[in-house]
């Protein structure tokens, strides 16, 4: 038996360990010419993908809501309005990032009188805030209806090592552990 014949896996894997190993290591340099034109098309074939590729449908009993610059600018409240609404007086008090945190347990009422079935927050409530212990009551109201968001901090020099330290929803909310609770995610 020849001996290409008897080492052909060996000679198979080690060619695929080369290529393998050339493709990974021309990706790090993107600036060798011809190299650099299939990694522009790989690119552009991903970007295809996402747009043209098949669409998961829409439902229409998912309800998302952002909160962005024009959003925190906006009031489009009158006095009369505000005068018989606790939420949109809180709102009209402060701004955002110093609102009492009564806002968002008046919200849940609000969609869960509404029929929502689940809400979650994307947001960090990392420390105390005025308004806790309603928003609390709240979260404990609807404790299997609420996901409150938790964050990862990396911290550390970039290049020495960065350890990841978590974030949880402050202890005058969801109590310590944080993380351990089911509502935090």
């Not at 008046?106 to 994307?122: E, N, P």
Request: charged share 25%.
């Amino acid at each position: 038996m020849h001996w290409l014949h008897r080492h052909r896996l060996w000679i198979i894997a080690g060619m695929c360990i080369f290529v393998t190993t050339s493709v990974l290591l021309l990706h790090f340099m993107p600036d060798v010419p011809f190299f650099s034109n299939v990694w522009r098309g790989e690119q552009n074939v991903e970007d295809l993908l996402r747009r043209e590729g098949r669409k998961t449908p829409t439902r229409a009993d998912f309800v998302f809501v952002g909160i962005d610059q024009n959003t925190l600018e906006f009031q489009p409240f009158d006095a009369a309005q505000v005068e018989n609404n606790r939420a949109l007086q809180l709102m009209a008090a402060q701004p955002f990032a110093t609102r009492s945190r009564e806002v968002w347990a008046l919200l849940l009422d609000r969609l869960f009188d509404s029929g929502a079935r689940l809400v979650v927050f994307d947001l960090i409530f990392g420390v105390a805030k005025e308004g806790d212990a309603e928003f609390r009551a709240a979260l404990d109201r609807y404790r299997d209806k609420v996901v409150l968001g938790a964050d990862f901090e990396f911290v550390g020099e970039r290049d020495v090592g960065q350890q990841a330290k978590g974030v949880p929803p402050t202890a005058s909310l969801i109590p310590a552990p944080g993380f351990k609770d089911d509502r935090v995610g």
